[in-house]
């Protein structure tokens, strides 16, 4: 064995100057627990990016299965409409509205059950903001413009904007009384019982045969709607947690972002079919279900915690867009430099939430 060599082994012996409990700690023990160190963080990044790349996946699949579920919902929901002799606008305000609204309630009422009630409140917001900026924008940006039916302009668009004036004004005192919840849910039959009126009905020689598939199909497809909106929102919430992001914050982009989904593919894939009638009817129909069941529904459940936060900035923000769509609507057609505008103001939204999130 070469003098080198034999030098080498002696110093990596050597004990360091400085004693724990008296003894001496050699060179090989440190290194040792340096690299057992290192292999704990990277066996702690590999499992951080495994996580990453298993919800990533999930994220795909959801996506998949929501948009094959929302052109079935879609085909089986007018056709029973039509049947029944209903408009498509009125179409999209109920059956599908409020079809594609369920995993916000799903959602809300789980987050109360699980003591994070906070969650409520930004979801709605969050959704309500995100059906009118990108629901609607997309859909307007995608189909070329979107006419609009006296009814809608007349009615259905004052009861939208009454319905985010009560819920500001109603939770400027922070708080969400039972008293409310039930007001709300009033509200709720008001606004069906006033759509469902103003919007004549369907001529019975242009009605289509009833057909007992067409139920089974918006069965089917509403259930996957909903299954893949549930599997969007827990990958988007583990993707986001994984990023370090705030619960609040989560609720009213990924959590709201997520639930609106549904309504996000079926409006699109609506005006892409030129089905307008049912792309309004569903953004005003599923935020109109958002502020009064969504918010009355899960109060019975649990205490609503108030966000300060979502009250001095989200709320407010949702009240003055739900205004702007108003006057858009003013002129009967949202044309696609309106729908792009409405998509920038969400851009706009997400950069303010951000700034002020980390």
């Known amino acids: 064995m070469s003098g080198n060599v034999r ?34 963080r990277s066996s702690a990044q590999v499992l951080v990016m495994t996580q990453v790349l298993l919800f990533a996946a999930l994220l795909i699949i959801s996506l998949a299965v929501l948009i094959k579920a929302a052109d079935w919902f879609i085909g089986a929901a007018e056709r029973i409409g ?17 079809g ?26 969050g959704s309500n903001i995100t059906n009118i900026l990108v629901v609607l924008g997309l859909s307007a940006f995608v ?30 005192d922070g708080q969400f009384s039972v008293f409310e919840a039930v007001l709300f ?34 069965l089917v497809g509403g259930s996957l709607v909903y299954g893949g909106a549930e599997f969007t929102i827990l990958s988007i919430k583990e993707l986001s947690r994984l990023a370090g992001v705030s ?11 997520g639930t609106s989904l549904p309504e996000v593919v079926v409006s699109v894939q609506a005006a892409r079919k030129g089905k307008s009638g049912i792309a309004v009817g569903n953004v005003i129909g599923s935020n109109v279900f958002n502020t009064y069941a969504v918010m009355g529904i899960s109060r019975f ?8 936060d979502t009250l001095r900035f989200s709320l407010p923000f949702m009240l003055g867009v739900t205004v702007v769509m108003g006057f858009i609507c003013i002129s009967g057609r949202i044309s696609r430099w309106e ?13 303010a939430l951000f700034s002020g999130a980390f």
């Open 7 to 40: 030098r080498k082994r002696a110093l990596a012996r050597l004990c360091v100057a400085r004693r724990v409990g008296g003894d001496c700690i050699s060179l090989p023990f440190i290194a040792t627990g340096v690299l057992w160190a290192e292999a704990g």
């Open 82 to 98: 039509l049947a029944l002799g209903v408009s498509p606008i009125v179409i999209g305000i109920t059956v599908v509205a409020f």
């Open 100 to 125: 594609t609204s369920l995993p916000e309630l799903a959602t809300s009422v789980a987050a109360v059950w699980e003591g994070t009630s906070e969650i409520v409140l930004g979801n709605v917001v």
């Open 143 to 172: 189909a070329g413009h979107i006419g609009l039916g006296r009814s809608v302009i007349d009615v259905d668009m004052p009861l939208l904007v009454g319905s985010a004036v009560l819920m500001w004004f109603v939770l400027q």
């Open 185 to 218: 849910l009033v509200a709720l039959i008001l606004f069906l019982t006033s759509s469902l009126q103003s919007t004549p009905r369907v001529d019975k020689a242009d009605r289509p045969d009833m057909q007992l598939t067409s139920w089974g199909i918006l």
């Open 247 to 257: 619960p609040e914050v989560i609720a009213l982009t990924a959590v709201a972002l």
């Open 301 to 308: 459940f649990g205490v609503l915690a108030v966000p300060p």
């Open 339 to 351: 729908g792009g505008t409405l998509v920038l103001l969400y851009v706009f939204f997400l950069g």
